[in-house]
């Protein structure tokens, strides 16, 4: 067969498309691939002990590999100062750096935090310390900078051994409780191991005048497969089926609360014509559980529906009676149908499915999870059944977003694989500061919630010892919570989602005064606060440019969060405003 001229340049662009691509990508990943920071000088400024033996503290965006690299200039010193509302957790982290020999039995005793005049303590109970453990991490697709042992798995044990020439971080994070009298406070961590002596490390904590709430404003949605629990807590020799079966569950359950704790709200799927699985929601509502799917089919399972018009016309009775049931228990307004995830958008069989649901019970929302955008002027009608669209971030498209917001859909977004534009990931080989700024993106754009796939996808490798836990060249995705000895240990990361989430929150509180403001006609009263407020609660370039471009800067983000704590403290002092 002879081929004309245009097939032979046609192959030949495509050709040299792919050979370039495939060129580029190798001069992306290893050649300009960005570099760690070297923090030799910081470091050595650092008065030591015996034996060279420095210890110092890390801020919680602080990434500190074993070489005592970082990913970022680091904000090390000799002591800790945090602040939080109540109902709040701050972390730090202090750091042994051992050059010359090893360090065997380190570990870390903390003392009450006592505010200035003594009077009020908070307990050391609410003190808790882990050690940061490494994983290996393999060659992504994706650009990184480091490819090796990363700091991610916060372990508890009771001491550790460091080793000679290596930086070891451990990680440390305050409760504050919700009832805590504002003030200053401090308290002390002393570092103690069997060849040196015991090292001190002052801590100051501010605990601002208001509480966070239980429930977040930000919904989110991460999956926790219960199923996969089994392959890291097999069954004991001497252990009933039954028994198994039951400590399995126990498990699961500590994981879900350790979730909501960190402000996770699992999608949980349930059945609520069960009174078995509808009596833990009572439960997981005092954790701040306030957004969960039901049903047992959709995205979740692999978008199970049946396929011919009868069969999906016959579930509709049992989605009515999920309604009624979810009305009956007051608990409508926290659901919704997980009802369909990714693939092509446009699909005929997605508006039968969300048609039947909205008839079945109008109450019930449908949830959808695509790359991109509905555009209803390409495809009138496709979407009319949908209520909560959550778009791929790397696909996010302003214009086409704000026309579905102007049709009154509910807009999320979700991370899933990182594909190398910059946006933010929870894979584990990011900046820390990517997991937390994922609220304040959100807040920039009136995106109401935020979906993960997985935090525990532990079937294709052991989550201590390699990275790859799934069959693409990815690192940690999907894999947020660590199969501890009978629960969940967490990581560095869901320890930065969370203080991301708690800085939604400081932002809805002075959202509030704004609003008090206005409601009470005190606009022009108190206009350089009202005029402060607007101004701190704008996400400008210089904090979020756009969904690939953020400030990298920990101590800047923090700095802002904190502006916001202050203005709100301010604005409670000022007569007629609370």
Request: glycine share 6%; charged share 20%; hydrophobic share 35%.
């Amino acid at each position: 067969m002879r081929l004309n001229k245009l097939t032979i340049l046609t192959v030949g662009f495509v050709l040299m498309a792919t050979l370039g691509f495939k060129i580029a990508k190798k001069i992306h990943r290893y050649i300009i691939r960005p570099k760690l920071f070297d923090t030799r000088k910081i470091i050595s400024g650092i008065p030591s002990t015996t034996e060279g033996l420095k210890v110092f503290v890390a801020s919680s965006l602080d990434r500190v590999f074993l070489n005592g690299k970082t990913l970022l200039k680091p904000s090390f010193s000799r002591s800790a100062s945090i602040s939080s509302a109540g109902n709040g957790y701050e972390s730090f982290q202090i750091v042994v750096d051992s050059p010359f020999k090893d360090q065997p039995g380190v570990f870390l005793q903390t003392s009450d935090f006592v505010d200035s005049k003594k009077t009020t303590k908070i307990s050391r109970d609410n003190f808790t310390w882990t050690v940061v453990g490494y994983v290996q991490t393999l060659p992504p697709y994706y650009p990184v900078k480091f490819v090796g042992l990363w700091p991610d798995p916060l372990l508890r044990l009771k001491s550790y051994d460091v080793k000679a020439g290596t930086t070891q971080p451990f990680w440390l994070t305050v409760y504050i409780p919700q009832d805590t009298p504002a003030g200053d406070y401090t308290a002390t961590v002393t570092v103690k191991g069997l060849n040196f002596p015991a090292q001190t490390v002052p801590v100051k904590l501010h605990v601002y005048p208001f509480a966070l709430p239980q429930e977040s404003h930000l919904k989110t949605a991460f999956d926790f497969y219960g199923h996969l629990t089994k392959l890291h807590y097999p069954q004991g020799q001497e252990e009933s089926t039954a028994s198994w079966y039951a400590r399995l569950d126990d498990i699961n359950d500590k994981f879900i609360i350790d979730m909501l704790k960190h402000r996770m709200n699992p999608i949980l799927n349930l059945d609520p014509s069960s009174q078995v699985e509808l009596s833990k929601i009572d439960r997981y509502r005092t954790f701040g559980l306030n957004n969960f799917a039901i049903g047992k089919h959709g995205g979740t399972f692999d978008n199970n529906w049946p396929k011919d018009d009868p069969s999906i016309e016959g579930l509709r009775v049992t989605y009515q009676t999920y309604g009624e049931d979810l009305k009956l228990n007051q608990l409508l307004d926290f659901t919704y149908v997980y009802t369909w995830d990714e693939g092509q958008i446009g699909n005929p069989l997605v508006p039968k499915i969300a048609s039947m649901i909205h008839r079945a019970y109008p109450g019930l929302k449908n949830m959808v999870c695509y790359h991109g955008f509905w555009d209803p002027a390409q495809n009138p009608g496709w979407g009319r059944d949908l209520d909560i669209w959550a778009f791929q971030m790397d696909d996010f498209n302003e214009e086409k977003m704000h026309q579905l917001q102007k049709m009154g859909m509910e807009i999320w977004m979700y991370a899933s694989g990182p594909s190398g534009t910059n946006s933010p990931n929870l894979a584990l080989d990011f900046d820390s500061i990517d997991y937390r700024i994922i609220p304040w993106i959100c807040w920039k754009y009136d995106i109401r919630g935020f979906l993960y796939w997985c935090v525990n996808w532990w079937p294709n490798a052991d989550p201590f010892k390699n990275a790859r836990n799934t069959q693409w060249e990815q690192n940690g995705n999907g894999l947020l919570f660590y199969p501890g000895d009978d629960g969940p240990w967490d990581s560095l990361r869901v320890e930065n989602f969370r203080d991301g989430m708690q800085d939604y929150e400081y932002i809805q509180i002075l959202l509030n005064k704004l609003r008090v403001f206005h409601a009470k006609g005190l606009e022009q009263e108190y206009k350089k606060y009202f005029d402060q407020s607007v101004k701190l609660l704008t996400m400008d370039d210089s904090l979020v440019k756009s969904m690939w471009h953020f400030t990298k800067e920990g101590d800047y983000l923090k700095s802002r969060r904190d502006a916001i704590a202050l203005e709100i403290e301010e604005i409670n002092s000022l007569p007629g405003v609370r």
